[in-house]
Nanobody
């Protein structure tokens, strides 16, 4: 089994910054792409940013100039640094990872989510 655990969410004022972390653990052979998604109340889950194992990143247009996704392959961890936060960034943030386990092909796993609230 593979578990993804997010951390770093919370309440932040508009214009503030936050760094989310997501650590994968369990029976892991290799982790391919990793990413961050978010879901605001009443809205569909959307991609925020993704990163390949080699570090090639892509971003949603809404966060591209304010966010940086990174990963530490040795720690099986992905990060999301978000700056200049806006109220519309308020959502539950989920990480996911495309994980290959010993003897099995890769599958996508999800974390439980961490709440980010941007409010004064």
């Amino acid at each position: 089994q593979v578990q993804l655990v997010e951390s770093g969410g919370g309440l932040v004022q508009p214009g503030g910054s936050l760094k989310l972390s997501c650590a994968a653990s369990g029976s892991i052979f290799n982790i391919n792409a990793m990413g961050w998604y978010r879901q605001a109340p009443g809205k569909e889950r959307e991609l925020v940013a993704g990163i390949t194992r080699r570090g090639i990143a892509n971003y949603a247009t809404s966060v591209k100039d304010r966010s940086t996704i990174s990963r530490d392959n040795a720690k099986n961890t992905v990060y999301l640094q978000m700056n200049s936060l806006k109220p519309e960034d308020t959502a539950v943030y989920y990480c996911n990872a495309d994980v290959a386990t010993p003897g099995s092909s890769a599958s996508v796993y999800w974390g439980q989510g961490t709440q980010v609230t941007v409010s004064s």
